[in-house]
Protein backbone atom coordinates (compact mmCIF):
# COMPACT_ATOMS: atom_id res chain seq x y z
CA UNK A 1 0.00 0.00 0.00
CA UNK A 2 1.14 3.06 -1.06
CA UNK A 3 2.69 5.22 1.65
CA UNK A 4 3.87 2.17 3.92
CA UNK A 5 7.13 0.94 4.86
CA UNK A 6 7.48 -2.60 2.91
CA UNK A 7 7.91 -4.10 5.59
CA UNK A 8 5.50 -4.46 8.53
CA UNK A 9 4.56 -6.01 11.87
CA UNK A 10 1.64 -8.34 11.71
CA UNK A 11 -1.60 -6.90 13.05
CA UNK A 12 -3.51 -9.72 15.05
CA UNK A 13 -7.06 -8.95 15.65
CA UNK A 14 -8.70 -11.16 19.03
CA UNK A 15 -12.51 -11.75 19.15
CA UNK A 16 -14.70 -14.39 19.79
CA UNK A 17 -16.93 -15.91 22.86
CA UNK A 18 -16.81 -14.60 25.69
CA UNK A 19 -15.40 -17.66 28.01
CA UNK A 20 -13.96 -19.31 25.26
CA UNK A 21 -10.12 -17.98 26.19
CA UNK A 22 -9.51 -14.84 24.40
CA UNK A 23 -7.53 -13.57 27.67
CA UNK A 24 -5.55 -17.08 27.05
CA UNK A 25 -4.91 -16.02 23.91
CA UNK A 26 -4.09 -12.78 24.26
CA UNK A 27 -1.48 -13.39 27.45
CA UNK A 28 0.42 -16.05 24.82
CA UNK A 29 0.20 -13.64 22.22
CA UNK A 30 2.22 -11.50 24.19
CA UNK A 31 4.56 -14.31 25.30
CA UNK A 32 5.10 -14.74 21.57
CA UNK A 33 6.31 -10.91 21.25
CA UNK A 34 2.90 -9.16 20.17
CA UNK A 35 2.05 -5.80 21.39
CA UNK A 36 -1.42 -6.40 22.96
CA UNK A 37 -3.96 -4.10 23.77
CA UNK A 38 -7.58 -6.15 25.34
CA UNK A 39 -10.82 -4.44 25.12
CA UNK A 40 -10.15 -1.97 21.91
CA UNK A 41 -12.65 0.07 20.45
CA UNK A 42 -12.15 -0.43 16.81
CA UNK A 43 -12.58 2.68 15.97
CA UNK A 44 -9.06 3.24 17.91
CA UNK A 45 -7.24 0.49 16.00
CA UNK A 46 -5.31 2.88 13.30
CA UNK A 47 -4.46 4.88 16.08
CA UNK A 48 -2.80 2.20 18.05
CA UNK A 49 -1.27 0.77 15.41
CA UNK A 50 -0.03 4.33 14.19
CA UNK A 51 1.38 4.95 18.06
CA UNK A 52 2.88 1.49 17.96
CA UNK A 53 4.82 2.63 14.88
CA UNK A 54 6.33 5.53 16.06
CA UNK A 55 7.37 4.28 19.51
CA UNK A 56 8.53 1.03 18.59
CA UNK A 57 8.80 0.50 14.79
CA UNK A 58 6.87 -1.11 11.97
CA UNK A 59 7.78 -4.17 12.62
CA UNK A 60 6.51 -4.55 16.22
CA UNK A 61 3.79 -6.97 16.18
CA UNK A 62 0.29 -6.39 17.22
CA UNK A 63 -2.72 -7.61 18.96
CA UNK A 64 -5.99 -6.20 20.02
CA UNK A 65 -8.93 -8.09 21.36
CA UNK A 66 -12.11 -6.95 20.45
CA UNK A 67 -15.39 -7.94 22.01
CA UNK A 68 -18.91 -7.10 22.86
CA UNK A 69 -17.56 -5.47 25.57
CA UNK A 70 -16.93 -2.85 23.20
CA UNK A 71 -20.56 -1.67 22.85
CA UNK A 72 -21.89 0.10 19.82
CA UNK A 73 -17.93 0.48 18.82
CA UNK A 74 -17.96 -3.44 17.89
CA UNK A 75 -19.93 -2.95 15.08
CA UNK A 76 -17.53 -0.74 13.42
CA UNK A 77 -14.90 -3.78 13.43
CA UNK A 78 -15.99 -5.25 10.16
CA UNK A 79 -15.40 -1.78 8.60
CA UNK A 80 -12.15 -0.96 9.91
CA UNK A 81 -10.70 -4.44 9.11
CA UNK A 82 -12.03 -3.87 5.41
CA UNK A 83 -10.99 -0.32 4.95
CA UNK A 84 -6.90 -2.05 5.60
CA UNK A 85 -6.01 1.37 6.35
CA UNK A 86 -3.00 -0.06 9.08
CA UNK A 87 -1.35 -1.27 5.94
CA UNK A 88 -0.69 -4.58 8.30
CA UNK A 89 -1.38 -7.77 7.38
CA UNK A 90 -4.03 -8.65 9.35
CA UNK A 91 -5.27 -11.83 10.55
CA UNK A 92 -8.86 -12.21 12.93
CA UNK A 93 -8.51 -14.82 15.52
CA UNK A 94 -11.82 -16.11 16.84
CA UNK A 95 -11.95 -17.92 19.66
CA UNK A 96 -15.50 -20.73 19.87
CA UNK A 97 -16.99 -22.84 22.06
CA UNK A 98 -19.86 -25.06 23.12
CA UNK A 99 -22.90 -22.94 24.71
CA UNK A 100 -22.72 -25.73 27.92
CA UNK A 101 -18.96 -25.08 28.16
CA UNK A 102 -19.18 -21.39 28.22
CA UNK A 103 -21.85 -21.24 30.53
CA UNK A 104 -19.82 -23.76 33.00
CA UNK A 105 -16.94 -21.21 32.58
CA UNK A 106 -19.04 -18.01 33.41
CA UNK A 107 -20.33 -19.59 36.13
CA UNK A 108 -17.21 -20.83 37.27
CA UNK A 109 -15.65 -17.32 37.16
CA UNK A 110 -19.30 -16.08 38.85
CA UNK A 111 -19.40 -13.19 36.09
CA UNK A 112 -22.10 -12.05 34.31
CA UNK A 113 -22.63 -12.38 30.93
CA UNK A 114 -22.20 -8.45 28.71
CA UNK A 115 -25.71 -9.50 27.15
CA UNK A 116 -27.11 -10.75 29.66
CA UNK A 117 -29.57 -8.02 30.43
CA UNK A 118 -30.73 -9.43 33.92
CA UNK A 119 -31.73 -12.45 31.66
CA UNK A 120 -30.06 -15.86 32.09
CA UNK A 121 -26.75 -16.88 31.02
CA UNK A 122 -27.41 -18.59 28.14
CA UNK A 123 -29.84 -15.30 26.91
CA UNK A 124 -26.75 -13.42 26.70
CA UNK A 125 -24.21 -16.88 25.09
CA UNK A 126 -27.42 -16.45 22.27
CA UNK A 127 -27.62 -13.00 21.95
CA UNK A 128 -23.79 -12.85 21.37
CA UNK A 129 -23.95 -15.79 18.79
CA UNK A 130 -25.79 -13.23 16.82
CA UNK A 131 -23.59 -10.27 16.70
CA UNK A 132 -20.81 -12.45 16.68
CA UNK A 133 -22.17 -14.28 13.10
CA UNK A 134 -20.46 -12.16 10.27
CA UNK A 135 -16.98 -11.70 12.38
CA UNK A 136 -17.34 -16.30 12.80
CA UNK A 137 -17.40 -16.06 9.27
CA UNK A 138 -15.07 -13.92 8.17
CA UNK A 139 -12.49 -15.36 10.44
CA UNK A 140 -9.00 -16.17 9.09
CA UNK A 141 -8.41 -18.77 12.41
CA UNK A 142 -11.11 -20.32 14.58
CA UNK A 143 -9.82 -22.17 17.21
CA UNK A 144 -12.53 -23.86 19.14
CA UNK A 145 -11.75 -24.55 22.88
CA UNK A 146 -14.01 -26.83 23.94
CA UNK A 147 -12.31 -29.23 24.80
CA UNK A 148 -9.04 -27.80 25.21
CA UNK A 149 -7.15 -26.66 28.31
CA UNK A 150 -5.28 -23.63 29.10
CA UNK A 151 -2.06 -25.28 27.83
CA UNK A 152 -3.81 -26.85 25.01
CA UNK A 153 -5.10 -23.89 23.90
CA UNK A 154 -1.68 -21.76 23.97
CA UNK A 155 0.19 -24.41 22.01
CA UNK A 156 -2.49 -23.64 19.43
CA UNK A 157 -2.12 -19.85 19.06
CA UNK A 158 1.72 -20.52 19.24
CA UNK A 159 1.42 -23.09 16.11
CA UNK A 160 -0.58 -19.94 14.46
CA UNK A 161 1.22 -17.00 15.17
CA UNK A 162 4.51 -18.55 16.58
CA UNK A 163 6.28 -18.92 13.16
CA UNK A 164 8.15 -15.69 11.71
CA UNK A 165 7.13 -17.16 8.08
CA UNK A 166 4.66 -14.43 6.56
CA UNK A 167 3.69 -15.99 3.51
CA UNK A 168 3.58 -20.18 3.86
CA UNK A 169 0.07 -21.41 4.44
CA UNK A 170 0.00 -23.66 7.39
CA UNK A 171 -1.88 -26.90 7.07
CA UNK A 172 -3.85 -28.22 9.75
CA UNK A 173 -4.84 -31.89 9.39
CA UNK A 174 -7.08 -33.09 12.18
CA UNK A 175 -8.66 -36.49 12.72
CA UNK A 176 -11.70 -36.88 14.73
CA UNK A 177 -14.50 -39.19 15.53
CA UNK A 178 -17.90 -38.66 14.03
CA UNK A 179 -19.62 -39.59 16.86
CA UNK A 180 -18.04 -36.54 19.06
CA UNK A 181 -19.32 -34.21 15.92
CA UNK A 182 -17.21 -32.45 13.15
CA UNK A 183 -14.45 -30.29 14.15
CA UNK A 184 -16.28 -26.37 13.93
CA UNK A 185 -13.05 -24.96 12.80
CA UNK A 186 -12.98 -27.37 9.75
CA UNK A 187 -12.42 -25.73 6.21
CA UNK A 188 -12.68 -29.06 4.47
CA UNK A 189 -14.08 -32.58 5.85
CA UNK A 190 -13.66 -35.82 4.51
CA UNK A 191 -15.22 -39.27 5.66
CA UNK A 192 -12.98 -42.46 6.54
CA UNK A 193 -15.80 -44.50 7.33
CA UNK A 194 -15.95 -46.06 3.70
CA UNK A 195 -12.55 -48.19 4.52
CA UNK A 196 -12.57 -51.04 6.37
CA UNK A 197 -12.86 -50.69 9.84
CA UNK A 198 -9.70 -52.08 11.83
CA UNK A 199 -11.94 -52.56 14.99
CA UNK A 200 -12.95 -55.75 13.93
CA UNK A 201 -9.91 -57.23 13.00
CA UNK A 202 -9.00 -58.07 16.87
CA UNK A 203 -5.22 -58.41 16.61
CA UNK A 204 -5.56 -54.39 15.71
CA UNK A 205 -8.86 -53.25 17.76
CA UNK A 206 -6.32 -52.47 20.82
CA UNK A 207 -4.05 -50.73 18.13
CA UNK A 208 -4.33 -46.89 16.72
CA UNK A 209 -3.98 -45.48 13.12
CA UNK A 210 -0.31 -44.52 14.52
CA UNK A 211 0.88 -48.13 14.51
CA UNK A 212 2.33 -49.31 11.44
CA UNK A 213 0.06 -52.23 11.52
CA UNK A 214 -2.85 -50.35 11.40
CA UNK A 215 -1.56 -47.95 9.36
CA UNK A 216 -0.68 -50.21 6.88
CA UNK A 217 -4.26 -52.11 6.80
CA UNK A 218 -5.65 -48.91 5.83
CA UNK A 219 -3.34 -47.32 3.70
CA UNK A 220 -2.87 -50.35 1.30
CA UNK A 221 -6.38 -51.09 0.59
CA UNK A 222 -7.00 -49.72 -2.87
CA UNK A 223 -9.93 -47.22 -1.88
CA UNK A 224 -7.48 -45.85 0.25
CA UNK A 225 -4.71 -45.70 -2.38
CA UNK A 226 -7.44 -44.36 -4.88
CA UNK A 227 -8.37 -41.41 -2.47
CA UNK A 228 -5.22 -40.02 -1.49
CA UNK A 229 -4.40 -40.48 -4.73
CA UNK A 230 -7.49 -37.99 -6.22
CA UNK A 231 -7.66 -35.97 -2.92
CA UNK A 232 -4.24 -34.73 -2.42
CA UNK A 233 -4.76 -32.92 -5.74
CA UNK A 234 -7.87 -30.86 -4.71
CA UNK A 235 -5.82 -29.77 -1.27
CA UNK A 236 -3.30 -28.07 -3.50
CA UNK A 237 -6.42 -26.54 -5.69
CA UNK A 238 -8.07 -25.29 -2.89
CA UNK A 239 -4.41 -24.30 -0.78
CA UNK A 240 -3.17 -22.39 -3.85
CA UNK A 241 -6.55 -20.85 -3.79
CA UNK A 242 -6.67 -19.53 -0.25
CA UNK A 243 -3.01 -18.12 -0.89
CA UNK A 244 -4.43 -15.81 -3.76
CA UNK A 245 -6.99 -14.19 -1.47
CA UNK A 246 -4.72 -14.04 1.36
CA UNK A 247 -5.41 -16.72 3.63
CA UNK A 248 -2.57 -18.46 5.50
CA UNK A 249 -4.20 -20.84 7.78
CA UNK A 250 -6.44 -24.25 6.57
CA UNK A 251 -8.00 -27.16 8.44
CA UNK A 252 -8.98 -30.48 7.68
CA UNK A 253 -11.30 -32.73 9.36
CA UNK A 254 -10.32 -35.98 8.41
CA UNK A 255 -13.27 -38.47 10.10
CA UNK A 256 -14.34 -41.99 10.47
CA UNK A 257 -16.49 -43.61 13.73
CA UNK A 258 -14.24 -42.79 16.54
CA UNK A 259 -11.30 -40.83 15.57
CA UNK A 260 -9.08 -43.93 16.70
CA UNK A 261 -7.93 -46.06 13.63
CA UNK A 262 -8.57 -44.96 9.86
CA UNK A 263 -8.57 -40.98 10.67
CA UNK A 264 -6.03 -41.30 12.42
CA UNK A 265 -3.58 -43.11 9.91
CA UNK A 266 -4.88 -41.24 6.86
CA UNK A 267 -4.44 -38.29 9.04
CA UNK A 268 -0.69 -39.00 8.91
CA UNK A 269 -0.55 -39.95 5.63
CA UNK A 270 -2.03 -36.85 3.99
CA UNK A 271 0.02 -34.26 6.03
CA UNK A 272 3.13 -36.89 5.14
CA UNK A 273 2.02 -36.20 1.45
CA UNK A 274 1.75 -32.26 1.61
CA UNK A 275 4.98 -32.22 3.17
CA UNK A 276 6.43 -33.33 0.31
CA UNK A 277 5.17 -31.34 -1.45
CA UNK A 278 6.66 -28.42 0.64
CA UNK A 279 3.63 -27.00 2.70
CA UNK A 280 3.83 -26.60 6.23
CA UNK A 281 1.26 -29.36 7.31
CA UNK A 282 1.07 -31.39 10.76
CA UNK A 283 -0.84 -33.53 11.91
CA UNK A 284 -3.49 -33.97 15.23
CA UNK A 285 -5.54 -36.29 16.59
CA UNK A 286 -8.44 -34.73 18.72
CA UNK A 287 -10.15 -37.53 19.55
CA UNK A 288 -7.58 -40.02 20.20
CA UNK A 289 -7.22 -41.73 23.31
CA UNK A 290 -11.27 -41.15 24.61
CA UNK A 291 -11.86 -44.72 23.92
Same mark, same amino acid.
Given at each position: MDGFPTTRGELVVVTGMTGAGRSTAAKELEDLGFYVVDNLPPTLLRDVVRLVDE?? +? %?????? @? @? @?? @?? !? +? !? %?FETLQANLAQGATGRRTTLLFLEASDDVLVRRQEAARRPHPLQAGGRLLDGLQRERVVLADLRSEADVVIDSTNLNVHQLTDKVAEAFGSPDSTSLKITCVSFGFKYGIPVDADLVVDMRFLPNPHWVPELRAMTGRDPEVADYVKERPAAKTFLEQYVPVVQTVAEGYLREGKRFMTIAIGCTGGKHRSVAMTEEISARLRDLGYDARATHRDLGRE
Amino acid at each position: MDGFPTTRGELVVVTGMTGAGRSTAAKELEDLGFYVVDNLPPTLLRDVVRLVDETR +G %FEQPIA @V @V @VD @VR !S +G !S %FFETLQANLAQGATGRRTTLLFLEASDDVLVRRQEAARRPHPLQAGGRLLDGLQRERVVLADLRSEADVVIDSTNLNVHQLTDKVAEAFGSPDSTSLKITCVSFGFKYGIPVDADLVVDMRFLPNPHWVPELRAMTGRDPEVADYVKERPAAKTFLEQYVPVVQTVAEGYLREGKRFMTIAIGCTGGKHRSVAMTEEISARLRDLGYDARATHRDLGRE
